[in-house]
């Protein structure tokens, strides 16, 4: 199955060569750091090559490819395979092969409630928690954000928005939250990289940011709410119109 077409500009943190894809369908520079665990970066390297759709829907995972670019033994790629087809991200078909699952809209659905439902948590206690320094934490991945976006680097976009909502999470003081949340929101986060090109998307996101970063700076745990819920519930509004778009990526 082709790839989407996605409009992608290399940026000074991410070379061109950072974007082209070895025949593992991993970034060509991606490599492993003797100096930490092996199975971990390869399920954080495969993860990412998927949410990212270097590797779209059913497009097949072959770890002889993978073993050779990483130089490393087949184990830890067959474990991260698993922990990815735990999660929705992978199919393993004996006989047949390891492939790129399509988007699951059950579990699309499951993952936008269960996070809402964390989130909205999170920033109830991390209003509790609110200090000058995380405020500053939280203008500057604002900026950096708007800067990706007017680079045209919509993978960096997503990665500050990331960084955005795990940083009110952490501020919940339940450092285990953001884990959760991003272990459930696979499937989101596979239409987001299509739905950020949407006319207008990146700007309608900045803003919405800032809405909640002004409502912490006045500890309103009512304006945090509310607008949390807002920017949850337009984000998921972009990705049906991305859905009703590519009907052929989803099961």
Aim: glycine letters at 6%.
């Amino acid at each position: 199955m082709p790839r989407p077409a996605l409009n992608r500009k290399t940026t000074e943190k991410r070379p061109a060569q950072a974007e082209a894809a070895a025949p593992s369908g991993l970034p060509l520079d991606a490599r492993i750091d003797r100096g930490r665990p092996i199975p971990d970066q390869v399920y954080a390297l495969l993860r990412r090559t998927i949410v990212t759709l270097r590797l779209p829907p059913g497009a097949a995972i072959v770890e002889k490819d993978i073993t050779q670019q990483l130089g490393i033994s087949r184990t830890p790629v067959r474990d991260a395979v698993r922990l990815l087809a735990e999660e929705g991200l992978v199919n393993i078909k004996p006989q047949s092969g390891t492939f790129v699952a399509l988007i699951n809209r059950e579990q699309l659905e499951e993952g936008r409630l269960i996070r809402r439902a964390l989130e909205i948590e999170g920033i109830k206690l991390a209003v509790q928690n609110v200090t000058q320094e995380r405020l500053d934490t939280l203008q500057s991945i604002i900026a950096a954000q708007e800067r990706a976006g007017g680079r045209g680097d919509h993978i960096g976009f997503i990665d500050f928005d990331d960084r955005f909502h795990r940083h009110i999470s952490e501020m919940s003081g339940h450092l285990r939250l953001w884990k959760v949340i991003n272990g459930v929101k696979a499937q989101l986060d596979r239409m987001r990289l299509m739905a950020t090109p949407i006319p207008g998307q990146e700007r309608r996101v900045i803003g919405q940011h800032q809405a909640i970063a002004d409502a912490l700076q006045k500890r309103n745990e009512e304006r945090c709410v509310k607008a949390l819920e807002h920017h949850l519930d337009d984000a998921y509004a972009q990705l049906t119109k991305v859905i009703e778009q590519h009907r052929e990526l989803i099961a």
